[in-house]
């Protein structure tokens, strides 16, 4: 075919992270994100794989969000020759700033532990960021044709709003041959990126995707339901006035990037309503403190009722004794600080981060709860505890697991079966195709089924490293 239209998927396929799909329209090579696998191990195994394709052949990228299993293996894709231009919100690409710079230090750490080269250095990240271009919400843009006298491409891009984080992006790729019938159709595919668990307290709703032709959409919660959400806050308060009874503390694992500012707003709103004792709460993360101040200028990309809020005069992230820590002095004098109290703090996964202490000092004790509020990988600490782990070691050191296990899966910022389910009837009668990625198998293969007897819609499972001609 000299003028393909087709969609490979080389990694977010039968995993949650590491998303990388290449989309060829005509000549263009366009990768959509370039993200970390993530688990146990970062640096190590399938991230330090060359990538399947020729990466200097590749024109654009293009990042749905900040997330770091959708951008963590930028700087090695430019380190491995890739030269032609990054796109996403304004927004993705202040955040992925810091996400990247928090995950240079994390990846060159866990490489100095394993005896291996780091992935990347920070002459890799300065190079991303001069290449990185910004395009809006709700603008069909043109993507230029590239080559020695090269004009139309033929391909266009429409981003729409996909609910999951500040600056989170859907992108619509509408493709017409410039080399066939004036009269001929065009074709269009879109990629979700991630999907978000809307309504959330904070940001505006996902938006729908009708007349999509093809559909590569996210399947992390694709095989179940989170508790409905006029619960989870309901909850959420319940473990905190349980465990204040103890005279606990209590831990909430949280990625720094949405999830943080999601809690910090519910605490907020538990303290104001006198639904839970006033105690110190703190953000024991560098990374969330820093995005959290990205958050407080992005207004105009929260829901009306948020911009309602702040137009009333309300602050957000800011309530009696909610404290910031920043320095590894400020982090280790928390353990001071009498119980009851709350921290927050990275990894979401506990995979790495001040968390790990937090987790050796606490996890022994009855009194104390962790609660987990977000997705846990295969494989990593977060899974472990979580599963009910009762003897594991944390940082060379042995823990016999006392306090109390909580999960509130209505905090995830994904979509669950059903409402990923009835997002895609939004588009049912356009579609020829929906791929179900970036999830782990039994839920990838539950939803795509789903999606065939309840929608009647062809949904597939698809092969890694395989091109689907659209």
């Known amino acids: 075919m000299n003028n393909p239209f087709r969609v490979t998927f080389y990694s977010g396929i039968g995993e949650v992270t590491g998303a990388n799909f290449l989309l060829e329209a005509g000549a263009l090579r366009i990768l959509v994100d370039c993200g970390l696998a993530q688990g146990e191990k970062m640096a190590a195994d ?3 794989q060359p990538f399947a394709y020729d990466v200097a052949s590749i024109d654009y990228l293009f ?12 700087p090695k894709l430019v380190k491995d020759g890739f030269k032609g231009v990054i796109y996403s919100t304004l927004e993705t690409r202040e955040l992925a700033k810091l996400i990247l710079a928090d995950a240079l230090g994390l990846l060159t750490k866990e490489a100095a532990r394993e005896g291996l080269e780091p992935l990347y250095n920070q002459e890799d ?3 991303v960021f001069p290449m990185w271009q910004t395009i809006p919400y709700h603008v069909e843009t043109p993507v230029s044709a590239t080559g020695s006298g090269a004009t139309n491409s033929g391909l266009s891009v429409f981003l729409r709003d996909a609910g999951h984080i500040l600056g989170s992006s859907m992108f619509r790729f509408t493709y017409k041959d410039p080399a066939g019938p004036a009269d001929a159709p065009s074709k269009n595919i879109v990629f979700t990126g991630d999907l978000g668990n809307s309504p959330t307290p904070l940001l505006r709703d996902t938006e729908p995707v009708t007349g999509a032709q093809y559909l590569v959409m996210e399947s992390v919660y694709g095989d179940r339901n989170h508790e409905p959400k006029d619960q989870r806050r309901k909850k959420l308060e319940d ?5 204040a009874k103890r005279g606990g503390t209590v831990l909430i694992p949280s990625f720094s990037l949405e999830r943080t500012q999601v809690i910090l707003y519910e605490l907020e709103k538990l303290v104001e309503g006198k639904l839970i004792p006033s105690m110190p709460v703190f953000v024991d993360s560098p990374l969330a403190i820093a995005v959290t101040d990205i958050y407080r200028k992005s207004e105009n990309l929260f829901n009306d009722k948020i911009q309602a809020e702040i137009r009333g005069g309300e602050t957000l992230f800011n309530f009696p004794k909610l404290e910031f820590t920043v320095t590894a002095d400020m982090s280790r004098d928390i353990d001071h600080a009498k119980a009851p109290k709350i921290i927050l703090a990275g990894s979401g996964m506990s995979t790495g981060g001040r968390m790990l202490h937090h987790e050796v000092m606490y996890l022994s004790d009855p009194k104390n709860t962790i609660i987990f509020v977000g997705y846990q990988g295969v494989g990593t600490l977060g899974r472990t505890i979580a599963d009910g782990a009762k003897h594991l070691t944390i940082a060379a050191v042995p823990i016999n697991i006392q306090a109390q296990i909580e999960t509130i899966l209505g905090y995830s910022a994904h979509k669950d079966s059903d409402h990923l389910v009835e997002f895609v009837a939004t588009a049912r009668e356009s ?40």
């Open 46 to 48: 399938e991230n330090r």
């Open 239 to 243: 473990i905190i006035n349980e465990t």
């Open 63 to 74: 990042i749905t969000h900040a997330h770091l299993d959708h951008v963590g293996r930028i």
């Open 431 to 470: 579609l020829k195709r929906v791929f179900v990625v970036m999830g782990e198998p039994k839920a990838s293969t539950f939803l795509a089924q789903r999606l065939r007897d309840e929608l009647g819609v062809k949904a597939l499972y698809p092969e890694r490293g395989v091109g689907y001609e659209l």
């Open 125 to 127: 990240v300065n190079h």
